[in-house]
Nanobody
């Protein structure tokens, strides 16, 4: 397991943008973002392969969010554009130790390490 530290959350108006970052304490394979809104279950947002060439997004963020990584710095970033009030949630950075699997990538138990989360609030 690695330690993950998120940053970049905050308050933004609808239609605005935020960039979340996550720093890992060591090498990682797949990485992902999940989110959890008040009163709702944690849900998958996006994932990226080790080499950054494969990304996968939940339908509700496709075309708005961009997931990237810098392996030299052990960091990943989630650029969030055209934010909506329904994007309000705590966002969690995750890291998995297994290679990419399309069948498992959106499942929480695919990931071994989780960050503490960062709050994103989108006002209407």
């Amino acid at each position: 397991q690695v330690q993950l530290v998120e940053s970049g959350g905050g308050l933004v108006q609808a239609g605005g943008s935020l960039r979340l970052s996550c720093a890992a304490s060591g090498r990682t394979q797949v990485m992902g973002w999940f989110r959890q809104a008040p009163g709702k279950e944690r849900e998958f947002v996006a994932a990226i392969s080790r080499n950054g060439l494969i990304t996968y997004y939940a339908d509700f963020v496709k075309g708005r969010f961009i997931f990237s990584r810098d392996n030299a710095k052990n960091t990943v970033s989630l650029q969030m554009n055209s934010l909506k009030p329904e994007d309000t949630a705590v966002y969690y950075c995750t890291a998995g130790s297994r290679p990419w699997s399309a069948a498992r990538i959106a499942l929480p138990n695919e990931y071994d390490s989780w960050g503490q989360g960062t709050q994103v609030t989108v006002s209407s």
